[in-house]
């Protein structure tokens, strides 16, 4: 009994000890939170007042402000959008001081003892009180102190002054900040005439301004009006029938004709990444000032190259000029230009018309490279395999067998076979037989591996016709990958934004040019010469007849049902991808049935670009390895070119390579780099 009492007795007091501790600690923290707590503007309206996020090119032009604001007076705003944003966003908006309790304690209780999922508990004011913070942090301090402030503003003003506030700060997306703006944007009206539908689905926006856009993800927006509806009827703001009637009403959103800023596929992606790493808040509340890698020039010329192509391959599609603004009826293209030393992206295009589809196909688009992806499999090869362009294979017809499947039997392109040849004629014409052999030979790893150390990150399946271009990649992956090879084997990743400062200039990130070696020196400019030859007699023979003529590699890409064509290349200096096709994966044909290929729809509008991006340039040469030497090689044997005999076809070899030539030409058996395989 008497240990039994000892213990009771330890226990109150470590109790009460614990309670102090807990007890001096909360008034610390509070004391804490209300150090340099932020004070409530008189009047309230200038709570809104945040700078706007400035976003520069690399040139040092403004392209332009994000997060200015047209604020109307409450009684130039629908009644309608009030009661939906209340009914949405704090039902008990007029009955509480600041805080509303049941929402706090259901919060609490579902934050610690629920099954992961953050619930919120802010209210309008705690929301409006948010500006009045720099940072964005989601910590408990900050939130405390938020809450502060929010009764401060509660018990200065009056509900209605805190509700105009309010309605003039919400992000509704597209650019669009505060109601006024937003009803502009997607109905063309003032907000003071929009209806209970309309009302509703602008009300549902600010939950996720980019999940629910209604001008890209329609379905969604609808549905989350039909929640904004469903609160307005359980708050008795309006009744069943009312809302019944609002989700039937049509929606006559505003045609998105309108062209965005300069670079608007380019800006839509400096700003998710912004958001991301930010929060939407700050990117639009906090005045950043934001310094991109776009060059506006080569911006407008590759949004000129697309245009021009689309418009050449309407006319071989024969695809009607007046569709009804349906993009899906038309083909589309994107283009991506990287700096192949630094990665800087300097331009990029997602569409033929941003202001009739924001989706970015030139970062979301996922489609199969065809044969633009041999170039990972040839580097695999010879690396693994230990090959070179001077090796021997036979083109013939194939079937690879797969375990538990059908045979893998691919088929050139144009279904006939040629016999012997050397790699660097295999490659520049693109030959499908030659590709399975060696993906049978290297594996399907050993392709994903080098695809992976040049930049590729998107899924590949570790299959044999991987070899063919059948996992999907971006055109800024491509453009980014294939920037590896221009720059002698050295990775860059990709990045768009060069250095981020705040609204009193400090420098919040900045970018650290840094590249590491991921490939073989000599290996990777055994390939890049075998790409040339792609241009120069290839595939890609079209680029030159359309007038580019600088030092250029590249490889053609087509799937097998023409959906997608590709051509990707680049000079020492820049790599640029470019993909055409339709979104629904609608095979190309011409009007007499011939499928349309990556030379003929995606090398003119690589070509027309890299003109203009190129003139004036000077004639820069890929640099050539200290281990590297050229042999001219009979194409259809390997072997080195008599001095008596026709001319052959220029390999690069490397030295010791050049040794094994050496013992075939004196009678011996050829070694790895050259003979038959």
């Not at 940072?135 to 405390?144: A, L």
């Not at 589309?332 to 970015?360: K, M, P, W």
């Not at 005999?645 to 790895?672: C, N, T, Y």
């Amino acid at each position: 009994m008497r240990v039994w009492l000892r213990r009771l007795r330890t226990a109150f007091y470590t109790g009460l000890l614990l309670l102090a501790v807990a007890a001096s600690g909360l008034w610390v923290f509070f004391f804490i939170a209300l150090r340099d707590l932020p004070q409530v503007p008189e009047p309230l309206s200038r709570i809104i007042e945040t700078p706007p996020t400035e976003i520069y090119a690399a040139s040092g032009e403004r392209i332009v402000l994000i997060g200015g604001r047209e604020a109307v007076p409450l009684n130039r705003v629908s009644p309608f959008f009030i009661q939906a944003v209340i009914a949405a966003e704090d039902h008990r908006f007029r009955e509480h001081r600041g805080i509303d309790k049941l929402r706090l304690m259901k919060a609490f209780w579902v934050n610690w003892f629920g099954s992961g999922r953050i619930e919120g508990a802010s209210t309008i004011t705690q929301q409006l009180a948010k500006n009045l913070f720099f940072t964005f942090q989601r910590t408990y301090q900050r939130k405390f102190r938020e809450l502060l402030v929010a009764l401060q503003i509660e018990a200065r003003y009056e509900k209605n002054e805190i509700l105009e506030a309010y309605v003039n700060q919400i992000a509704f997306g597209v650019g669009a900040h505060g109601i006024e703006q937003a009803s502009q944007v997607f109905f063309g009206k003032p907000a003071l005439q929009l209806n209970l539908a309309e009302a509703a689905l602008l009300a549902g926006l600010p939950k996720s301004p980019t999940r629910y856009n209604p001008l890209r993800h329609f379905e969604r927006a609808k549905e989350r009006q039909k929640v904004v509806l469903s609160r307005m009827v359980a708050v008795g703001s309006i009744s069943s029938a009312q809302a019944a009637q609002a989700y039937q009403t049509r929606l006559d959103l505003r045609p998105p004709g309108r062209p965005g800023p300069a670079g608007s596929y380019f800006l839509d992606l400096v700003l998710k990444d912004l958001e991301e790493r930010y929060g939407t808040d700050v990117v639009h509340h906090a005045g950043l000032k934001v310094f991109t890698t776009l060059d506006p020039q080569l911006q407008a010329w590759a949004a000129e190259a697309v245009q021009t192509g689309l418009e050449k391959l309407d006319q071989i599609l024969n695809v009607p000029a007046a569709v009804g603004g349906d993009s899906g009826a038309h083909p589309q293209a994107a283009l991506v230009a990287v700096e192949a030393h630094s990665g800087a992206v300097r331009a990029l295009i997602g569409g033929r018309d941003y202001g009739e589809t924001e989706y970015n196909r030139a970062v979301q688009n996922n489609r199969q490279p065809g044969s633009g992806f041999k170039p990972f499999l040839y580097y695999a090869a010879f690396e693994k395999a230990g090959l070179s362009p001077a090796s021997v294979f036979v083109d013939r017809r194939v079937s690879i067998a797969i375990a538990g499947q059908p045979p893998w039997t691919p088929r050139n392109f144009s279904s006939e076979y040629e016999g012997p040849m050397v790699l660097k004629r295999a490659l520049a014409r693109s030959v499908n037989s030659i590709a399975a052999q060696l993906v049978e030979r290297t594996g399907a790893g050993a392709v994903i591996d080098a695809a992976r150390r040049c930049g590729i990150k998107s899924p590949l399946a570790s299959v044999p016709s991987l070899a063919l271009g059948t996992s999907g990649v971006s055109p800024l992956e491509m453009a980014s990958a294939f920037a590896t090879l221009a720059a002698g084997g050295i990775r860059h990743d990709p990045f768009w934004i060069r250095r981020v400062e705040d609204s009193a200039g400090r420098v919040l990130e900045e970018r650290i040019l840094s590249g590491r070696r991921t490939l073989d020196a000599s290996i990777t400019f055994q390939l890049v010469d075998m790409m040339r030859a792609v241009l120069d007699e290839g595939t890609a023979l079209g680029v030159r007849q359309l007038g580019f003529h600088l030092p250029a590699a590249g490889k053609t890409g087509t799937t097998d049902d023409f959906n997608d064509a590709w051509f990707t290349g680049f000079t020492p200096t820049l790599s640029v991808s470019v993909w055409a096709g339709f979104d629904r994966s609608v095979s190309m044909r011409d009007h007499q049935g011939r499928g349309i290929t990556g030379g003929r729809a995606a090398a003119p509008i690589w070509a027309e670009f890299m003109r203009k991006a190129t003139e004036g340039e000077p004639q820069r040469q890929f640099a050539v390895p200290a281990d590297i030497r050229f042999m001219q090689v009979v194409p259809s044997t390997g072997q080195a070119v008599a001095p008596w005999g026709p001319r052959g076809i220029d390999v690069a070899l490397r030295v010791s390579q050049m040794q094994s030539f050496s013992a075939v030409a004196g009678g011996k058996e050829p070694g790895p780099s050259g003979g038959v395989q």
